[in-house]
């Protein structure tokens, strides 16, 4: 997993993606393929005003950029993100996830010359749980 003396090679995907740098993610764990994201919750997530549960549209949209960070850390460095785009996306949500700081995490389940497969799920940080899980498909422009 990631070193505190190494520095971290996704600061600039954290704060160069306007949509990443609103959600507030940040990579707290990653390897070739790995990478766990912290989503700290914010007001503007509520999609459920009265039981303060997170919107769908911003938990697909966080799995969505995590799985971008997490096919980013399968071809970096030979390949950079700008070579990547989202194909193909689909979200279960198989619980509510409650109004408060959560992890998605994300897993290159095949990487190809063309596309690259990612599995993603959503935790609390202190239960491995799963609450929403998603897969997608990335293309790779050569």
């Not at 899980?133 to 422009?141: I, T, Y």
Request: proline share 5%; glycine share 8%.
């Amino acid at each position: 997993m990631s070193n505190k003396s190494t520095p971290n090679p996704f600061e600039k995907i954290e704060s160069s993606i306007p949509f990443h740098h609103w959600l507030g993610l940040k990579v707290v764990q990653y390897e070739k393929g790995k990478v766990t994201c912290r989503l700290p919750f914010k007001e503007e997530f509520i999609g459920n005003f009265v039981s303060g549960f997170y919107h769908g549209g911003v938990l697909s949209g966080a799995l969505d950029a995590v799985a971008g960070t997490t096919a980013a850390s399968e071809i970096y460095p030979d390949k950079t993100m700008d070579r990547l785009s989202t194909m193909d996306i689909r979200v279960d949500f198989m619980k509510p996830v409650l109004g408060k700081d959560i992890h998605i995490h994300g897993e290159v389940r095949s990487s190809g010359k063309r596309s690259i497969f990612v599995r993603m799920w959503v935790t609390y940080p202190d239960d491995d749980k799963v609450l929403v899980e998603g897969r997608v498909v990335m293309n790779v422009r050569s």
